[in-house]
Nanobody
């Protein structure tokens, strides 16, 4: 059974940084891609950053230059370094994995974590 467990959420002031981690386990086959999504209250879940099996990364325009996605294959861990955080980054952040596609689109995702809350105060 595939499990994705996020950690590293919390509250920081605008301009601060946070680092999210996602521990993955239970894979029978290697995932094509992994990514991070977020969902703010009253809004749809949106892809934030994704990385594929070739270590090629993609980002939503809203986070380009501020967020960096990385993975540690040996430890089956995905990370999201978030810098220059803004109040509009406040959301529940979800780790995600997929067998195909970009993992920046909702319908590419086969597995979801339960999420971790990020709150940015102004």
């Amino acid at each position: 059974q595939v499990q994705l467990v996020e950690s590293g959420g919390g509250s920081v002031q605008a301009g601060g940084s946070l680092r999210l981690s996602c521990a993955a386990s239970g894979y029978k086959y290697n995932m094509h891609c992994m990514g991070w999504f977020r969902q703010a209250p009253g809004k749809e879940r949106e892809g934030v950053a994704a990385i594929d099996s070739d270590d090629s990364s993609t980002y939503a325009d809203s986070v380009k230059g501020r967020f960096t996605i990385s993975k540690d294959n040996a430890k089956n861990t995905l990370h999201l370094q978030m810098n220059s955080l803004k109040p509009e980054d406040t959301a529940m952040y979800y780790c995600a994995a997929g067998f195909s596609g970009s993992c920046l689109r909702y319908f590419d995702i086969d597995y979801w974590g339960k999420g971790t809350l990020i709150t940015i105060s102004s």
